[in-house]
């Protein structure tokens, strides 16, 4: 089937540890992107790459990092220097304007 | 930064009725969107209306944008207990960024 998968599912880390979320797509979509989402909240950009190896930052980069060494992929590091990084992640890719999400990653920091 | 702001926050109605929801954003746009979301899931395309539209039809959808107000709004005719999701609009400048409002809250009671 043709889409994006998220993985993992749920997710817990302990304080002080780097987590890293995978994204896969085969739609072939040059674009992608990675939002979280708070309890309540709308979407608030992280990063989003429009071609392999080149990503921006979004509104709310610090304490993250990607990578974009392939077109299918686009992992989002966690790293321990995220404040508060327990929320719903959300991958995307886009086409002609239009986003298409995963499922999402819900991390929880214990 | 969130640009599109729904309004109302929550919205109850009994199937049947029409449902109502409004978006306001602050700066230009090539187009806005609207996306449902199911609770815990990813978020799914409804409609895209570009700049140069001042209304558009999908289904029981309908859509319309009002750029000298910098408003919009999505009408979902006939609503059923299956349209329960979260609602958001989502505006597009002329990169490749896609900005989220908060989102409505619509509950549809049998």
């Known amino acids: 089937d043709g889409g994006i998968t998220q993985s993992p599912k749920y997710l817990f880390r302990k304080e002080g540890q780097n987590v890293t979320l995978s994204c896969e797509q085969n739609?072939?979509?040059?674009?992608m992107y990675w939002y979280r989402q708070d309890p309540g909240q709308g979407l608030r950009l992280i990063y989003y790459?429009?071609?392999?190896?080149?990503?921006q930052k979004g509104d709310i980069a610090e304490g993250y990092s990607v990578s974009r060494e392939k077109k299918e992929s686009f992992p989002l590091t966690v790293t321990s220097a995220q404040k508060n990084p327990t929320a719903f992640y959300l991958c995307?890719?886009?086409?002609?304007?239009?986003?298409?999400f995963g499922e999402g990653s819900r991390l929880t920091v214990l | 930064s969130q640009q599109g702001e729904e309004d109302p926050q929550a919205l109850s109605i009994q199937e049947g009725e029409n449902a109502t929801m409004n978006c306001s954003y602050k700066?230009?746009?090539?187009?806005l969107q609207w996306y449902r979301q199911n609770s815990g899931r990813g978020l799914v395309h409804l409609i895209l209306?570009?700049?140069?539209?001042r209304e558009k039809h999908s289904g029981r959808l309908r859509v319309t944008l009002d750029t000298s107000k910098k408003s919009s709004s999505l009408l979902i005719t006939a609503s059923r207990a299956a349209d329960t999701a979260s609602y958001f609009c989502?505006?597009?400048?002329?990169?490749?960024?896609?900005?989220f409002g908060k989102g409505t809250l619509l509950t549809v009671n049998p």
């Open positions: 989502a505006t597009g400048g002329s990169n490749y960024k896609l900005t």
């Open positions: 995307a890719t886009r086409e002609i304007g239009e986003l298409f």
């Open positions: 700066t230009s746009i090539n187009n």
């Open positions: 790459s429009q071609i392999v190896n080149d990503f």
């Open positions: 209306i570009r700049s140069n539209e």
């Open positions: 739609l072939n979509h040059d674009a």
